[in-house]
């Protein structure tokens, strides 16, 4: 059984400051990562995927992948009020020939004011 | 406007109904994947659609189908509703490997 997981948090910090969100996932030939922000009652959005190892940087957020270590994260700097959401990794990998996706349960961040 | 275009938005059924959610997805998107989301939860897939076929399924019952149509459209079917199957019902299209974009979900109640 393929499994992602994520701590549920939630994980709380002050605004300004940096939010590390951490994914561990089961099968070393899983080939694409990504990070998905769920606000509540509303459906996830895509907001980094990363496919190699290293650092992936876009605007506040960086995702870093260490596949040796079958572990990705999700930095977002300069952390804002309205980044409070839940945070999903989802992990891509091949099932019997086709591309499935697997999420984690997402970790709930909260960024205090 | 994410292009995934989802109805109804809130249903409440009865257990022991059926019912069927619809989805209409970005056009050229041949893939459409239905994912499950229970309060405090992940998503968990249950089944994808490739040229109006299913190609992967989850751990989901029989009682759970769907259908994909030529013009980028699906559906969920599920008959026999029980209590737990109330949850965020995510549709979502695109290439897996290159992340989904999901439709802005229904909400069912199973009462």
């Known amino acids: 059984q393929k499994e992602v997981e994520q701590n549920s948090g939630p994980l709380s910090v002050p605004e300004g400051a940096i939010a590390s969100l951490n994914c561990t996932y089961s099968d070393r030939v899983s080939q694409s990562f990504f990070w998905y922000r769920q606000y509540s009652g509303k459906s996830p959005e895509l907001i980094m995927s990363?496919?190699?190892?290293g650092d992936k940087e876009d605007g506040r957020f960086t995702a870093q992948l260490n596949k040796a270590s079958q572990y990705v994260s999700l930095l977002i700097r300069d952390s804002q009020p309205s980044d409070s959401a839940t945070y999903l990794c989802?992990?891509?990998?091949?099932?019997?020939?086709?591309?499935?996706?697997?999420f984690g349960i997402g970790t709930k961040l909260q960024v205090i004011p | 406007e994410t292009g995934v275009t989802q109805s109804p938005t809130h249903l409440i059924k009865t257990r022991g109904q059926q019912v069927t959610l619809r989805c209409s997805s970005q056009?050229?998107?041949?893939?459409v994947s239905w994912y499950q989301q229970a309060l405090g939860q992940g998503p968990q897939f249950i089944f994808q659609?490739?040229?109006?076929?299913?190609?992967g399924r989850g751990n989901f019952p029989p009682r759970f189908s769907g259908l994909q149509f030529p013009n980028y459209s699906s559906e969920l079917n599920v008959n026999a509703l029980e209590l737990d199957d109330s949850a965020l019902y995510l549709c979502a299209s695109s290439l897996p490997s290159r992340g989904y974009t999901f439709g802005s979900g229904t909400r069912l109640t199973v009462v």
């Open positions: 659609y490739y040229r109006e076929e299913e190609n």
């Open positions: 056009s050229g998107h041949n893939t």
């Open positions: 990363i496919y190699s190892n």
């Open positions: 989802a992990v891509n990998w091949n099932s019997g020939g086709y591309q499935k996706v697997t």
